[in-house]
């Protein structure tokens, strides 16, 4: 599928408004109850801006009064909050081994979590039918259980977020091919619009991780980063200028497929790429059964089991350890000399065991590129996908728009 053509990119007076309001809610996310004549100090606005946008988000129920500042002589000014804690989003990150549901509130406060396990599936082996894959009717029954649950609780959802460990090709949702679920190219987001009419997002994973340490994480108050993401696949997210940098065809960040030796110019990697095929879930599950490392039948390995293992002391873990840290720093510091952000987050398996991981990388680039990159663990290790979307589709509903510094 050929993407869309690109037009110039221009300010429209719906994208300041948007901005504006955007501006408007996080002074008062941040700062807590303020006056209107408050809001225009920390964000610079019109005092007719300021009465105009937040009439309209009172309106909408982001914003409500909340008393007054007690007067000095002139007429009290009415404080105004943010009411985002009221407003779920239904949020839901697709896994090979399962799909993690939660309700997560416009203040990325997790109201109520649900998770449907595949393990009792056979792993995913050759493509399969999606439209009947057990996996997919197990998580839109999880969705179909959020919605309700939410409901029932008397705060309905406004929108769906939903991340993939792939590519997904924008606004239709269309999701890549996917070895680790077995499931060849298709526009997933059609299945989901199916079950509900509220808004839907569907991401990637690596880049809502991106997005949610942008947002709520270590990435807070920087321009540009790099969120990189380790389970049974291997991704980057990429925030360039405060925004998820795609790409031409969606596929920015695809780093399993950094080509690692000139040994990988004379192979064929149509389903797994050269990195992810030395640190992903099979390459290390395949791996450590030759070595002679226990893995239980059925059971994909991942890095952070690795990590967990060789800080017992099995030596063939601290070997493997060592030979995943090798790959990691490689990708990092390719990423770093090309993209050269001002920050690079280690997310799920990367941060479980950070006090070893981000010396040992800083270690392997010292000296080897122009500059080690500054390297920090993810604020929400288990979570920061599932944060990234909700933030993701609470931008969706509400019409935020967020701009670099």
Same mark, same amino acid.
């Given at each position: 599928?050929?993407?869309?053509?690109?037009?110039?990119?221009?300010?429209?007076?719906?994208?300041? @408004?948007?901005?504006?309001? *955007?501006?408007?809610?996080?002074?008062?996310?941040?700062?807590?109850?303020?006056?209107?004549?408050?809001?225009?100090?920390?964000?610079?606005?019109?005092?007719?801006?300021?009465?105009?946008?937040?009439?309209?988000?009172?309106?909408?129920?982001?914003?409500?009064?909340?008393?007054?500042?007690?007067?000095?002589?002139?007429?009290?000014?009415?404080?105004?909050?943010?009411?985002?804690?009221?407003?779920?989003?239904?949020?839901?990150?697709?896994?090979?081994?399962?799909?993690?549901?939660?309700?997560?509130?416009?203040?990325? !406060?997790?109201? !109520?979590?649900?998770?449907?396990?595949?393990?009792?599936?056979?792993?995913?082996?050759?493509?399969?039918?999606?439209?009947?894959? $057990?996996?997919?009717?197990?998580?839109?029954?999880?969705?179909?259980?959020?919605?309700?649950?939410?409901?029932?609780?008397?705060?309905?959802?406004?929108?769906?977020?939903?991340?993939?460990?792939?590519?997904?090709?924008?606004?239709?949702?269309?999701?890549? !091919?996917?070895?680790?679920?077995?499931?060849?190219?298709?526009?997933?987001?059609?299945?989901?619009?199916?079950? *509900?009419?509220?808004?839907?997002?569907?991401?990637?994973?690596?880049?809502?991780?991106?997005?949610?340490?942008?947002?709520?994480?270590?990435?807070?108050?920087?321009?540009?980063?790099?969120?990189? !993401?380790?389970?049974?696949?291997?991704?980057?997210?990429?925030?360039?200028?405060?925004?998820?940098?795609?790409?031409?065809?969606? $596929?920015? %960040?695809?780093?399993?497929?950094?080509?690692? $030796?000139?040994?990988?110019? &004379?192979?064929?990697?149509?389903?797994?790429?050269?990195? &992810?095929?030395?640190?992903?879930?099979?390459?290390? *599950?395949?791996?450590?059964? @030759?070595?002679?490392?226990? #893995?239980?039948?059925?059971?994909?390995?991942?890095?952070? &089991?690795?990590?967990?293992?060789?800080?017992?002391?099995?030596?063939?873990?601290? $070997?493997?350890?060592?030979?995943?840290?090798?790959?990691?720093?490689?990708?990092?510091?390719?990423? @770093?000399?090309?993209?050269?952000?001002?920050?690079?987050?280690?997310?799920?398996?990367?941060? @479980?065991?950070?006090?070893?991981?981000?010396?040992?990388?800083?270690?392997?680039?010292?000296?080897?590129?122009?500059?080690?990159?500054?390297?920090?663990?993810? *604020?929400?290790?288990?979570?920061?996908?599932?944060? %990234?979307?909700?933030?993701?589709?609470?931008?969706?509903?509400? %019409?935020?728009?967020? #701009?670099? %510094?």
């Amino acid at each position: 599928m050929r993407p869309a053509t690109h037009k110039a990119s221009t300010a429209t007076s719906n994208t300041v @408004s948007r901005v504006n309001r *955007t501006a408007i809610i996080e002074a008062l996310r941040n700062r807590g109850p303020l006056s209107r004549q408050q809001i225009g100090e920390a964000t610079g606005l019109s005092p007719a801006t300021v009465n105009r946008l937040t009439a309209n988000l009172i309106d909408e129920g982001l914003v409500a009064r909340q008393g007054q500042i007690p007067s000095t002589g002139g007429r009290p000014s009415v404080l105004l909050s943010y009411t985002g804690n009221k407003q779920l989003v239904a949020c839901i990150q697709m896994r090979a081994d399962s799909s993690r549901g939660a309700l997560i509130d416009f203040d990325s !406060h997790f109201v !109520h979590r649900i998770d449907v396990s595949f393990e009792d599936l056979p792993p995913a082996g050759a493509p399969t039918d999606i439209e009947t894959d $057990e996996r997919v009717t197990r998580t839109l029954a999880l969705l179909d259980e959020l919605i309700e649950t939410a409901d029932e609780r008397g705060t309905p959802c406004v929108s769906v977020g939903v991340s993939v460990p792939g590519v997904v090709m924008q606004p239709e949702g269309r999701v890549a !091919h996917l070895p680790e679920m077995g499931w060849p190219e298709f526009p997933l987001k059609k299945l989901f619009a199916a079950r *509900t009419e509220l808004p839907i997002v569907m991401e990637n994973d690596a880049n809502a991780l991106a997005v949610g340490e942008l947002q709520h994480g270590a990435g807070r108050g920087v321009r540009s980063l790099v969120a990189v !993401h380790l389970e049974n696949g291997l991704g980057a997210g990429i925030i360039s200028n405060g925004r998820i940098h795609h790409g031409y065809r969606f $596929e920015a %960040g695809e780093i399993g497929y950094l080509l690692m $030796e000139p040994a990988s110019l &004379e192979k064929s990697y149509s389903v797994l790429g050269d990195l &992810e095929d030395r640190v992903g879930s099979v390459a290390l *599950t395949r791996k450590a059964r @030759s070595r002679g490392l226990d #893995v239980p039948e059925g059971h994909l390995l991942m890095a952070d &089991e690795i990590f967990d293992r060789a800080v017992q002391g099995e030596a063939v873990a601290v $070997e493997m350890t060592s030979e995943i840290l090798d790959m990691v720093a490689i990708a990092i510091g390719a990423m @770093s000399i090309i993209l050269d952000p001002e920050v690079i987050v280690l997310g799920s398996g990367l941060a @479980s065991h950070v006090d070893m991981v981000i010396p040992a990388i800083e270690e392997r680039l010292a000296g080897r590129i122009i500059r080690v990159p500054h390297l920090e663990p993810a *604020t929400f290790v288990d979570d920061g996908v599932l944060v %990234g979307i909700a933030e993701l589709a609470a931008l969706e509903v509400r %019409g935020f728009t967020y #701009v670099a %510094g």
